[in-house]
């Protein structure tokens, strides 16, 4: 069973970077893509970046230009560099993967932005 593990959330200034890593745990599978969603209260879930395994990219229209995606193929992990946080990036970030038509989702890591 594969798991995802994700670290590197907490709470952060406005202005602020973080770093969001994702773990796969386990071996011998095939990941198409990896990626985040976050979702805030009150709010649905929503797309904030996914790589695939070709390394094309694709971001959620409120994070382009401050977040920035990457994988490492050999440790089957992804990151998400966060920078120039705002309060409206408050959310728990869940990572989420692709693996053999198979969809996994991260326990979340919570995210918060101070003003």
């Known amino acids: 069973q594969v798991q995802l593990v994700e670290s590197g959330g907490g709470l952060v200034q406005s202005g602020g970077s973080l770093r969001l890593s994702c773990a796969a745990s386990?071996?011998?599978?095939?990941?198409?893509?990896m990626g985040w969603y976050r979702q805030a209260p009150g709010k649905q879930r929503e797309l904030v970046a996914l790589i695939r395994s070709g390394g094309t990219t694709t971001y959620g229209d409120s994070v382009k230009g401050r977040f920035t995606i990457s994988r490492d193929n050999v440790k089957n992990t992804v990151y998400l560099q966060i920078n120039s946080l705002k309060p409206e990036d408050t959310a728990v970030y869940y990572c989420?993967?692709?693996?053999?038509?198979?969809?996994?989702w991260g326990q979340g890591t919570q995210v918060t932005v101070s003003s």
């Open positions: 989420n993967a692709l693996i053999s038509r198979q969809v996994f």
């Open positions: 386990g071996s011998g599978f095939n990941i198409v893509t």
